[in-house]
Structure formats: C-alpha cells, structure tokens
C-alpha cells in the first residue's frame, strides 16, 4: 500500500481540529468587536448618555423630572426639583467598561412621599451636613436636613418639617 503524499490519520485529524477551532475563535473575535464597534449591537443604548448638568439648564419643574429619571433608577414625585449631575457613559467603545457617576438632588416632595426615600435596609447616620449638598444650586434651604441615612452608595438627609430630601448616589466620591 503506497501512502506517499498523504499525511497520517492522526496529523490529518488532529490538524483539522486545530483549523476548526482556530476558525471558531477568529469569527468569535469578530463577533466581539463588531459588537463594540456599533451601538445597535451593544447595551449602550439602554444607558443614558455621558453627562454634566445642572437644575439651572431647565427652568421647568416637569424638564427637571424627565431629565432626572433618566438618571435614577426609582419615580418620585416632586413638589420643587434641584439637582447637579454627571455621568460617564464609559459602555462605549470595543471593551465596554462600568460607567461612573455623581448624582445629587435636593427635593421637596410631598410630606405622604417622604418615606419612600429611605431604602430598605438604610442605615440611620449622626453625621453632619455634608459638603455636598452645597454644591447643588438653587434656594432650597438645606439648613434643617439632620435625619440622615446611608445605603450601599447612597446617602439620603430628610427634613420632614419642610418634606425636604437631599439625596446623592455616587460611585465617583468626593
């Protein structure tokens, strides 16, 4: 039996494998990047977009409430809505990342509503006002906050007399 020019049985398998596997992960790859490379294929669309804005862009109570539940994952309702955001959208891009974020509100909001605030399982802080909530515009006065709670990246100050919440979720720190 002449053989000559035919590889061995298992050379012929075992590169065949390798040719297969090799394509598998080349149109794997490809996959990987086109995904990245076009938001259609990505999530990014679920994500708001990069952001930093204040209550003073919008004049309009109701502006200021679409605005803000783009960037909050709950519904309140609003009496008076100061706030001061930024957002990094950093999903954009071949290797999407998590974004990052500094969300800052100071409400009045109705006095039935104010204990919708506070998270299940918030832990009650004796802290002192925090820097902050100065660095949110408008006139809201901040000067009876003393009711404050923490949650994960959340902080919560409420003062029930006037119904007035500050509220800040950040993972970008001070």
């Known amino acids: 039996m ?13 590169f065949g494998a390798r040719s297969e596997s090799m394509q598998i992960f080349h149109s794997l790859l490809l996959v990987i990047l ?8 990505s999530n990014t669309q679920s994500r ?3 952001v930093s804005e204040t209550s003073s862009n ?3 109570l109701q502006d200021r409430i679409t605005f803000i539940e783009q960037y909050v994952t709950f519904t309140r309702t609003y009496l008076k809505l100061e706030y001061s955001v930024v957002y990094h959208n950093n999903s954009v891009g071949v290797v999407p990342g998590p974004s990052d974020w500094d969300i800052r509100i100071l409400a009045v909001v109705p006095a039935s509503k104010i204990d919708q605030w506070i998270p299940t399982g ?4 004796d802290q002192e006002q925090p820097k902050w909530l100065t660095t ?3 006139s809201l006065s901040t000067n ?3 009711e404050w709670y923490i949650k994960g990246n959340s902080v919560i100050g ?7 919440v500050a509220y800040r979720n950040s993972t970008i720190g001070d």
């Open 48 to 50: 708001p977009k990069t």
């Open 144 to 146: 009876k906050i003393t």
């Open 34 to 41: 086109l995904t990245g490379c076009f938001p259609s294929f």
């Open 122 to 125: 918030a832990l009650r802080t």
């Open 2 to 14: 002449d053989n000559s020019g035919e590889l061995p049985v298992f050379i012929s398998n075992s």
């Open 58 to 60: 919008r004049s309009k």
């Open 158 to 164: 409420i003062d029930r007399k006037t119904s007035t």
């Open 136 to 138: 949110i515009p408008g």
